[in-house]
DNA sequence: AAAACCCTAATTGTCTGACATTACTTTTTC
DNA sequence: GAAAAAGTAATGTCAGACAATTAGGGTTTT
């Protein structure tokens, strides 16, 4: 690797791994540094930017915690550009949407309306493309969600897997990982709200309908279903929250 | 801190700063650890998982490459839990989305599809709630757009600008955090395209159209110019890649 | 009494040198 | 020729040191 291709010199003695891993960072974005390719090893870096070895990994490991190398000891050994896959996107979006809603304050209206517009953007392209298997998992996540004997965590998981199965069903891997973090940020949200049998009855009813437009190829009416799923959740959230606001709820 | 927020000894004597970051973060996720709270210091977290301090080091950075915790110096510095705001996992977001697309092969149509289909979801909202500084900004980058001087790379930064209002006007943070990744990895990708005045022309006859319909309150006609104005960029996208056809056009 | 100054302690940031571990390559041995 | 052994280069970890920074307390000065 040329050195010209590391970005400017280091000014500052404070902060040298962060600007060394936004110096390497900014090689990749702008494809100085291509997919699979080795970086110098980490003695050669520390020659190159002139500072210890240490300082060095340290940058390293900022960037692996992003995902945009991976490192392999031994003689051949070393950090590599990382091709960024789907599902090391979709985590590392699912765990900073997740953060991002229980340390904002964020209302469950305003997450639930983001949610179910995304998802609603994502029905009638599920209508026209889904395969048989997003079908089975949907139904298969309904027959789930009848037993009686679920957890509410357990019910919410389902849920989630029902809809992921729906958002998959558009056969985009782009909108699967943009809806993932909407989707699945939710899940704590969710939990919050104790499903009564008959609030679980009504979300089922409406989980068929959905699943039957998609069948049917019915983009219009899946939305529609979404939408009247929204309302029913937006209805329960409001119902909990009001309840426990009224009397001072143990957990 | 209690050590028993810090989750499961270490067994493995490597990758002990991905485990000790794993750490952490869980007891952040779970809500062990909350927002400000400072963490033992640097001496005092080698002493509880028993490795040396430029291992605990590693896994600081690899928390703070994520936003996770913020450092400072002094005697009353340390590491702190930081509040991720809306920007930083924007910023963050946006990184990533643009690298997956890069690295993945993924079709310019593929990609389009998905930002227009979420867009499409923002737009009835976006109908009934913008404010004026959002039809503003959005008639302001309408007008900036009919300049013919500007070069392609100025003209694709003004339709993402454009397009940011609008998803802004939904006035629902989450909603404008996902969309981020959508609308701005999508630019890389439309700057490989070249616009002639002819299209550049239709683009912004179909802005103004968008923009109207917003203003009007109306989000079936918002949605419709969307549609309208995603099939525009398909088609110029396909004659673009048609005519370099030499080569196996990537993405 | 208030302000300016200095000293101290705590903490992060960096450096150095060493050893352990790993995995590939080369050489030796049978 | 195949298996075993040695060599080698890289990351992973450790220990100890010093520098830089910052808050707080104590002292002196005004």
Redesign the pocket.
């Known amino acids: 690797m040329n050195i010209d291709r590391l970005g400017p010199p280091l000014d500052q003695?404070?902060?040298?791994?962060a600007q060394i891993a936004a110096s390497i960072r900014d090689a990749i974005i702008i494809g100085a540094l291509i997919v699979d390719e080795r970086?110098p090893?980490?003695?050669e870096l520390s020659l190159r930017f002139?500072?210890?070895?240490?300082?060095v990994?340290?940058a390293?490991k900022r960037l692996a915690a992003q995902s945009l190398i991976r490192?392999?000891?031994?003689?051949?050994?070393?950090?590599f550009v990382n091709r960024i896959s789907f599902e090391a996107a979709q985590a590392q979006q699912i765990t900073t949407s997740t953060l991002l809603l229980s340390m904002n304050d964020v209302s469950f209206e305003t997450a639930c309306e983001a949610r179910y517009a995304l998802e609603r953007a994502c029905a009638p392209l599920s209508a026209d493309r889904r395969h048989l298997h997003h079908l089975t998992v949907m139904r298969d996540e309904i027959e789930r969600q009848a037993d009686a004997g679920l957890t509410d965590e357990a019910f919410c998981a389902s849920d989630v897997a029902f809809h992921r199965a729906l958002v998959d069903g558009a056969c985009n891997p782009v909108l699967s990982y943009q809806l993932a973090g909407a989707v699945e940020a939710m899940q704590p949200l969710m939990n919050m709200i104790t499903f009564t049998a008959r609030s679980r009855d009504a979300i089922i009813t409406l989980h068929r309908t959905i699943a039957d437009a998609i069948e049917a190829q019915d983009g219009q009416a899946a939305s529609a279903g979404l939408t009247a799923l929204e309302a029913e959740t937006q209805t329960l959230a409001r119902r909990v929250f009001a309840r426990r606001s009224g009397s001072p709820t143990p957990l």
Chains 1, 2 share one sequence.
Do not use: I, K, W
């Not at 003695?13 to 791994?17: I, M, Q, V």
């Open positions: 003695r404070a902060d040298l791994s970086l090893s980490e003695a002139d500072v210890s070895r240490a300082t990994r340290e390293l490192t392999q000891r031994g003689a051949t050994g070393g950090a």
